[in-house]
């Protein structure tokens, strides 16, 4: 009788398995203090080291002991400065584990050279150096984040890491900027991802004074944060002239508390514009769901 | 229905809902390195921060170049309680309200100005923000955040093991505070309510007398009147009283026996209210000191429910540390046009020095029949509503100052007496938290 050989491919396969458990119980031991030395081969196809440092820091917020650790015992045998010469490697897939691995640890000092990489012809590694620049975070992040979304047309990956990355005040600073009057929407969908309640006082303002981007766009950011305090000003937006600004509005309202302005909604279901009248429907229609359910449960 | 508009303690503090009409935040401009004399600036600041005495100067240098610098409108939240946070602000010029939301008060744990540092705590201590800071001027602020911090410092583990002390230490101190602030509304300690009229013959002292006698119908032996309107305090006197001895004189007083002394010098008058005299001459005065007036307070807040201090005209620093110890500032203004200036001038320091503008009430005492400033015309050049408005009283207030009464526990016809009510309903509903505390007092008949 004779028996089946495993296929190459498996064995690599299982090969590349033990290699990824070995380096994730490294990466480990070093995030918990217990161990210093580091030893992997990086060019290694089956290896993705980022997603294993990302794994070995679960939990832990970033600029934490564990990611210093990560980031000093990386220093130490030199694999950081590798990661950060292959930064302008010719080879796109490079560059990209390279950012990669750079933003999992936090490489501030490489935020210089990952910066280029936004206007990169492949979209994947511009992809990979935005999110990177999203992970490092700081102000020069956020700055090289800006500038590509002034460049280029902004993208969800980079509004969402300029989201990440920026400091404290730093977006609200460039809400109030006059000279970064284009790139206001993006910056307002940022702030609101952000969630800081600093940024409402500046976003109130954008509401009042912005273009009917940055109002649709300043509505949906208040909601996000959750900010009471301009429920007034957004409900008062439920009669802005723009259809969008007005379907920002509701879906805001909707997430502030749609109790209080729920005539007001209710009004706008018979709205000229069609999407408006939905999402005007959508929202009363959730509100009653919501309030009706004790009532349901009272009666089965 | 609308819900009423939730007042954050931004609001309750400055009293600003509304958005920022210019830019209330602001970047400076950077191109690469910042130029030398802007280098210098920086680093002057960051040496000032006490955290950051003993760094080298490279590394000062180092850090200055990665600073933002930014500048931050009067009112504004800089860093809001509760939010993560990874920057840390070095005060360059301004003053700052550092501020612990504790329902149901907002206590003002510190107020920050040049070469303060704020924000270290999330970054250090792995925490949510614990306090709030509001811009209190227009301030200059240096931002450095943390991959800044760690990049220029990640070797130096002195500097972060000292920054690391200092975030703990000033959240101990904070929270200390604040749990002391809330015993002290727990325990219902009394209230101060300072009366402040910023021209002579306003009727500050007329209406302080009147608003204690209101109080004191409602809160029967409850409630204080401190004279301080130096260098002639009249309060007793106008309450047919003769004081034998007042606060001045207790300097001298051994600190264990302050307090009994304290309580011996208060006047009792017949219809509730209680007078505490600050000096009996006028050479006195200047025994009334910051920390004499602190003491004081501190004793008559566990005794009494209301301490009402007459401040009269002068700011002086035993005026100022009383304008921190008190929690709610009546200024008493009379339509004329000097009087009206004074007010504006009064209330823009008040708001200055941190007063809250829910906290601060404005009085229009009428001192004729037809006064030549209109209401109106007050509330324009004070750029704020009057809160309660006396009409002319004719001679009731100098009849009843010759006759030894307090026209609010005499004469309910008086318009003095009606104003007095005023205040005093406007006080109550800042300071009883308790509505059924409040209505078990009532408002008793003048029958």
């Known amino acids: 009788m004779m028996l089946a050989t495993p296929s190459a491919g498996v064995i690599e396969r299982t090969r590349g398995a033990v290699r990824r458990s070995a380096v994730r119980g490294q990466l480990q031991a070093i995030a918990a203090g217990k161990s210093q030395s580091l030893t992997f081969d990086l060019d290694s196809a089956a290896l993705d080291v980022a997603a294993l440092v990302r794994q070995a820091t679960v939990g832990h917020r970033p600029g934490s002991v564990a990611h210093q650790r990560l980031a000093a015992a990386f220093q130490r045998s030199g694999i950081a400065d590798v990661v950060v010469d292959r930064l302008a490697a010719a080879d796109a897939l490079q560059r990209i584990r390279s950012a990669q691995l750079a933003g999992a640890l936090g490489l501030a000092h490489a935020v210089p050279w990952i910066t280029p990489l936004l206007s990169a012809q492949e979209p994947a590694v511009r992809d990979a150096a935005s999110r990177a620049l999203g992970r490092i975070g700081g102000t020069a992040s956020a700055e090289a984040l800006l500038r590509a979304i002034r460049r280029d047309r902004p993208t969800r990956t980079l509004i969402v890491a300029l989201a990440r990355a920026a400091p404290d005040l730093f977006l609200e600073t460039a809400l109030c900027s006059p000279k970064r009057a284009g790139t206001r929407a993006p910056v307002v969908i940022a702030a609101g991802l952000r969630g800081r309640r600093a940024s409402v006082s500046p976003l109130l303002a954008v509401l009042a004074s912005g273009n009917r981007r940055e109002r649709a766009a300043a509505c949906r950011a208040l909601g996000w944060i959750k900010a009471e305090i301009a429920l007034p000003t957004v409900a008062a937006s439920l009669g802005d002239r723009d259809w969008k600004v007005r379907m920002s509005a509701i879906k805001a309202l909707t997430r502030l508390g749609p109790d209080a302005y729920m005539f007001e909604i209710e009004a706008l279901r018979n709205d000229p514009e069609p999407r408006v009248r939905r999402t005007g429907r959508i929202a009363t229609h959730r509100f009653f769901n919501k309030a009706a359910r004790p009532w349901k449960w009272e009666w089965r | 229905m609308r819900p009423e508009n939730h007042l954050g303690p931004r609001e309750v503090l400055t009293g600003s809902g509304r958005p920022a009409e210019g830019p209330a935040l602001r970047q400076h401009p950077e191109s690469g390195r910042p130029p030398y004399h802007e280098m210098t600036n920086r680093v002057a600041v960051l040496e000032r921060a006490a955290v950051l005495f003993a760094l080298p100067e490279g590394v000062l240098r180092s850090l200055a170049r990665r600073v933002r610098r930014l500048t931050v409108a009067s009112g504004e939240m800089?860093?809001?309680?509760g939010d993560p946070g990874d920057t840390i602000f070095f005060i360059e010029q301004g003053r700052c309200r550092v501020v612990i939301e504790r329902p149901p008060s907002v206590v003002t744990v510190a107020v920050l100005t040049d070469g303060d540092v704020f924000g270290e705590g999330p970054w250090l201590l792995k925490r949510s923000q614990q306090a709030s800071v509001?811009?209190?001027?227009?301030?200059?602020?240096?931002?450095?955040?943390?991959?800044?911090?760690?990049?220029?410092?990640?070797?130096?583990?002195?500097?972060?093991?000292n920054l690391t002390r200092v975030a703990e230490h000033r959240f101990r101190t904070f929270a200390d505070t604040t749990v002391q602030a809330a015993w002290g509304t727990q325990f219902k300690e009394a209230a101060?309510?300072?009366?402040?009229?910023?021209?002579?013959?306003?009727?500050?002292?007329?209406?302080?007398?009147?608003?204690?006698?209101?109080?004191?119908?409602?809160?029967?032996?409850?409630?204080?009147?401190?004279?301080?309107?130096?260098?002639?305090?009249?309060?007793?006197?106008?309450?047919?009283?003769?004081?034998?001895?007042?606060?001045?004189?207790?300097?001298?007083?051994?600190?264990?026996?302050?307090?009994?002394a304290l309580l011996s010098a208060v006047l009792y008058h017949s219809g509730g209210p209680m007078i505490l005299a600050g000096s009996l001459r006028p050479e006195e005065a200047e025994e009334v000191t910051p920390e004499l007036v602190t003491r004081t307070i501190g004793v008559l807040r566990k005794t009494f429910r209301y301490i009402v201090i007459d401040l009269g005209v002068t700011i002086s620093d035993t005026t100022l540390a009383l304008l921190d110890l008190t929690q709610h500032i009546v200024l008493v203004a009379a339509p004329e046009l000097s009087a009206v200036k004074s007010a504006a001038d009064a209330i823009d320091i008040l708001l200055r020095l941190g007063t809250p503008q829910d906290r601060l009430s404005v009085v229009l005492n009428n001192r004729s029949v037809k006064p030549a400033v209109t209401r109106s015309a007050v509330e324009r050049m004070l750029s704020r509503g009057v809160d309660i408005e006396v009409a002319f009283d004719y001679s009731r207030p100098d009849q009843a100052a010759v006759n030894g009464e307090i026209l609010s526990l005499t004469n309910p016809r008086s318009e003095i007496t009606k104003g007095a009510e005023a205040l005093a309903d406007h006080l109550d509903a800042f300071h009883v938290k308790d509505p059924s505390t409040r209505s078990a007092a009532g408002r008793p008949d003048h029958s």
């Open chain 2, 134 to 161: 509001y811009a209190q001027t227009d301030c200059t602020l240096l931002a450095v955040d943390r991959q800044s911090m760690q990049l220029v410092l990640g070797r130096d583990r002195t500097v972060i093991e």
């Open chain 2, 78 to 81: 800089i860093v809001c309680q």
């Open chain 2, 192 to 260: 101060v309510v300072g009366v402040y009229s910023p021209k002579g013959g306003s009727g500050g002292t007329c209406l302080s007398l009147n608003l204690v006698g209101s109080l004191a119908r409602r809160y029967p032996g409850q409630v204080l009147l401190l004279d301080l309107d130096f260098p002639y305090t009249h309060a007793a006197l106008l309450a047919g009283l003769v004081p034998t001895t007042c606060l001045a004189r207790l300097v001298q007083v051994p600190p264990d026996a302050f307090e009994e």
